[in-house]
């Protein structure tokens, strides 16, 4: 039989469930007391020196600080952030010394998400370490300088052997890091990568939780009992304007949401100096005070003295004054909280990674600028505190007991103590038992042998007669590459809930879908052939309606080259609409996480995805990709590019490691797929941006045109070269433009390239090469906003016009669409008559001839605001 707390607990469930039976409602009971979930009793003996740890945790605060002072008096206004760090110092050193496995650990890393701006903390570790020369801290948030600088916060792009995940946007750090946790579990159900016991920790910050992407996906971490996450929640109660929840309880509030939501909460309110009144307190009134109290009011606390703390928290009811009698004002003043004290701190983390089931939040108490006193201690300008006068600079030292002179510290120098000293031998020693430093980005993968090219011939035949459209197209192929020996298994298809919108059911089957628990049902559909196969080794993540969790996954795959030894390849399919414009800090994240994989972005154009209208039909999530740096975006119309797009991106990514990703974009109009042009260099343009698709067949032509046509509209670029040539007499050639993206970035380069060589023969961009010394004029059209052609009209030699759907969508067919938005084959051809006739090369009036024949009126509406 249970004993003690256990049988307590189980006799209060028994009891609720004869509450609930005979009708009494319980309150809710989602929040406990604010005191700590481990009492004294149930910590276990902390491993390490304490006295040690604390003058290492001195040290680093101190080069933490000296880091951002040093900054900032060289340069006025270069930011960096003292008080975070100041007040998660404690939090960290616990984690690095007993619990956070490094690189070389047996069982493999884990992987931690810091706190962006406590990056200080995290550099001034890696100096004391050893491991970075003073030379970058003095450069930090100077990049640009000879040495070497270090980064603001954490940047992979930038500091690609230090930091593993950027986390400064607040609020993607918790979300990456379920997703991350989670993909750890799909990795090990699918037999990839054992389960070691690796765990994920993420250390936030209790204003972040403000943000709904913080806390939007903590049901999913419940349900899918990650036990292998740890969140620590740095509780200073403030934010950077002011207290989080000044009027309430932000730890009794988080208590409330993520106990409701599932998971294992320790709250570490306390520190061991309150262990004794606690105990004390036999009849609650301490505990009932410490519930009652606001943020606002503890904030002030901790400002205020020890006086003022015994009046206002202790002066309320005698029995507590009584409690606190024969302490100091400043013995009251100075005890400290439990984010403070290393006792709490680890008993919390040792609960945590052994707790099973659920993941865990760390609710640490804490003081935002712990340490600074006068200069920011608990006030609310401390989060943009970045400088000390000397007054400050010397309290801080004394506070904690650096070993430098009154001269030395005017200038807040670094301060590492000698290889040979305890402390250092101390930190050797830990860094040995943990496996090395933290962070630290190493891929280490074995590249893949792209598979042969016969998985994309019958692509490059087209389709006869038979009609199909680019989504159908890229699902076969993923259906194909899935079944690849060698690159299949590294696969991992990610949808939102769109599956069958984009017809992809039939790999529900063929590969399952993923789920910790498998089926535990049986689906409603098991008579059929294309049944909704859940398995434990399924490899489709079915995300829900979730663009954010789906890209979360995606970079959590992308990424698993560098944190997993394993190049998986993502192939994220989702509404176009919804990608770049609903989540686009997350595409940020993933391009500066260095993420590898395909962003397929389907039911994409704003005139081919009829019907859906104006929230839906997307016209330029191109031009969003457009300024990702590392992103190749293409808007490929048929079958054979879409492969060719595929293979080379596989290759790029996956056998020469090339840190990029791509962005594709596939529609849902079915049509005919003409075989590939057999002419040299079609697979280079369609790489590039560009090939001539089909030459004019005019004999004694009017004039000449060029016409550029990309994605759905291509068709209609193709359409219009045949009524120019029949009704018209001019004679236009069709060039597929696969990215004007890439042809600008080309051109960019090149133009860079001759400013700075000006004694060279200068080069020729690309597009330029390709349209260069051919007659008439250009007009290029698109499924999306004008200026992607635009962007690049100042290399193209003809004049340019470009067409193109901006404006907002309707609800129409697509012939309806394309008329309304001026993209169609008519339009086409307008244009081409009207730009020869503005250059003279027609009479203006075969333009008014048009307008009738084609049956446009002038009078329209203008689509781009109506
Ligand atoms: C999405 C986003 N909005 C705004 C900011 C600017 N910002 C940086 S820190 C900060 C306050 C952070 O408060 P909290 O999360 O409580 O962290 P801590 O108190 O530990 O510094 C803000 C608003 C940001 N980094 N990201
Ligand atoms: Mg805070």
């Not at 039989?1 to 319980?26: C, I, N, T, Y």
């Not at 990056?119 to 948030?141: D, I, Q, T």
């Not at 054979?640 to 840190?659: F, H, K, P, Q």
């Not at 018209?728 to 600008?744: I, K």
């Amino acid at each position: 039989m249970l004993r003690g707390p256990e049988r307590v607990a189980g006799l209060l469930r028994e009891l609720q469930v004869h509450a609930q039976r005979d009708g009494v409602s319980l309150p809710v009971t989602s929040r406990t007391p604010y005191v700590n979930t481990i009492p004294p009793e149930r910590q276990p003996d902390y491993p390490g020196d304490r006295d040690i740890e604390r003058t290492i945790k001195s040290i680093i605060r101190w080069n933490a600080m000296a880091m951002v002072v040093e900054a900032n008096s060289k340069s006025d206004g270069i930011g960096g952030h003292i008080s975070t760090y100041a007040s998660a110092a404690t939090l960290y050193e616990v984690g690095f010394n007993h619990f956070f496995r490094g690189p070389n650990h047996p069982d493999g890393a884990d992987i931690v998400y810091f706190q962006g701006h406590a990056s200080p903390g995290m550099y001034a570790r890696a100096y004391v370490e050893g491991r970075l020369p003073p030379a970058k801290l003095h450069n930090f948030r100077r990049e640009m300088a000879k040495e070497g600088g270090l980064s603001s916060y954490p940047h992979p792009w930038l500091m690609p052997d230090f930091w593993q995940y950027p986390t400064v946007s607040m609020g993607l750090g918790p979300l990456m890091s379920i997703y991350q946790a989670r993909f750890m579990q799909y990795l090990a159900d699918r037999d990839l990568r054992p389960d070691t016991g690796r765990r994920v920790w993420a250390f936030l910050g209790d204003g972040e939780f403000d943000s709904p992407e913080a806390s939007g996906a903590i049901s999913l971490a419940a349900r899918e009992c990650l036990d292998n996450l740890t969140w620590v929640l740095n509780c200073n109660l403030q934010r950077l304007d002011g207290p989080v929840r000044g009027n309430g309880s932000v730890v009794q509030e988080l208590e409330g949401l993520f106990r409701g939501a599932g998971w294992n909460v320790i709250k570490v309110l306390w520190g061991s100096d309150f262990d004794e009144l606690f105990a004390n307190d036999t009849e609650g009134v301490l505990a009932k005070r410490a519930t009652e109290v606001v943020d606002g009011e503890y904030q002030k606390y901790s400002v205020a003295g020890g006086a003022y703390i015994r009046e206002n928290f202790y002066g309320v009811d005698p029995r507590l004054s009584a409690m606190v009698a024969d302490r100091s004002d400043d013995e009251l003043w100075r005890m400290r909280l439990g984010g403070h004290d290393p006792v709490k701190v680890y008993a919390a983390y040792h609960a945590a990674v052994r707790h099973k089931g659920a993941p865990t939040i760390v609710l640490a108490r804490t003081i935002k600028g712990y340490g600074l006193g006068e200069a920011g201690e608990g006030r609310n300008i401390t989060h943009q505190q970045k400088k000390l006068n000397l007054d400050e600079l010397l309290s801080f030292r004394d506070r904690f007991r650096i070993p430098l002179s009154d001269d030395e510290v005017i200038s807040a120098p670094l301060y590492r103590p000698t290889p040979d000293s305890t402390e250092s031998r101390y930190v050797a020693e830990r860094l040995g038992a943990m496996g090395g430093h933290l962070p630290t980005r190493a891929p280490s993968y074995k590249p893949i042998s792209p598979p042969s090219t016969e998985a994309y011939e019958e692509f490059s035949a087209g389709t006869g007669a038979r009609e199909a459209s680019t989504t159908m197209v890229f699902v076969r192929l993923l259906a194909k590459l899935l079944r690849d020996p060698e690159i299949g298994r590294l696969i991992v298809p990610i949808v939102p809930d769109e599956a069958r919108t984009f017809g992809m059911e039939a790999l529900f089957r063929q590969v399952g879908i993923y789920s910790h628990v498998g089926q535990l049902y049986e689906p409603v559909d098991s008579d059929t052939l294309l049944y909704y196969k859940e398995s434990t080794d399924g490899q489709i993540l079915e995300e829900g309606i979730t663009e954010a969790g789906s890209l979360s996954s995606f970079i959590a795959a992308g990424t698993a080259y560098a944190t997993h030894g394993l190049p998986m390849i993502p192939f994220y399919i989702y509404y176009s609409m919804f990608g770049y414009q609903r989540v686009g800090d997350l595409v940020w994240a993933a391009a500066d996480s260095r993420t590898r994989g395909f962003m397929i972005g389907g039911t994409a154009g704003r005139t081919t995805l009829a019907g859906e209208g104006l929230q839906h039909q997307d016209g330029h999530s191109h031009l969003l990709f457009s300024a990702v740096p590392n992103c190749r975006a293409y808007d490929p119309g048929f079958a054979y590019e879409v492969a060719t797009l595929i293979r080379d991106g596989i290759r790029r990514m996956y056998a020469d490691g090339e840190d990029s990703f791509v962005y594709l974009t596939v529609g849902n109009e079915n049509y005919a797929h003409p075989p590939k042009p057999d002419e040299p260099g079609v697979d280079e343009g369609i790489l590039r941006g560009m090939y001539r698709f089909r030459r004019a067949a005019v004999e004694h032509p009017r004039a000449r045109a060029q016409l550029l046509g990309s994605g759905a509209i291509l068709n209609e670029a193709i359409k219009a070269q045949e009524m120019l040539a029949e009704r018209y007499g001019v004679a236009a050639d069709v060039w597929s433009v696969t990215s004007y993206t890439e042809l600008r970035r080309d051109a960019l380069d090149v133009e860079r390239w001759n400013m700075l060589h000006p004694h060279e023969e200068p080069r020729v961009p690309y597009l330029t090469r390709q349209l260069s010394g051919l007659p008439g004029i250009v007009v290029a059209a698109s499924d999306y906003v004008k200026t992607m052609s635009d962007a690049v009209a100042k290399w193209i030699p003809q004049p340019l016009i470009s067409l193109g759907t901006d404006g907002f969508g309707r609800s129409e067919d697509r012939e309806a669409l394309r008329d309304f938005f001026e993209v169609d084959a008519r339009y086409v051809t307008l244009a081409t008559l009207y730009a020869l006739a503005r250059e003279g090369e027609l009479d203006r009036e075969i333009v008014s001839e048009a307008l009738e024949d084609l049956e446009i009126d002038p009078a329209k509406a203008n689509p781009r605001l109506a």
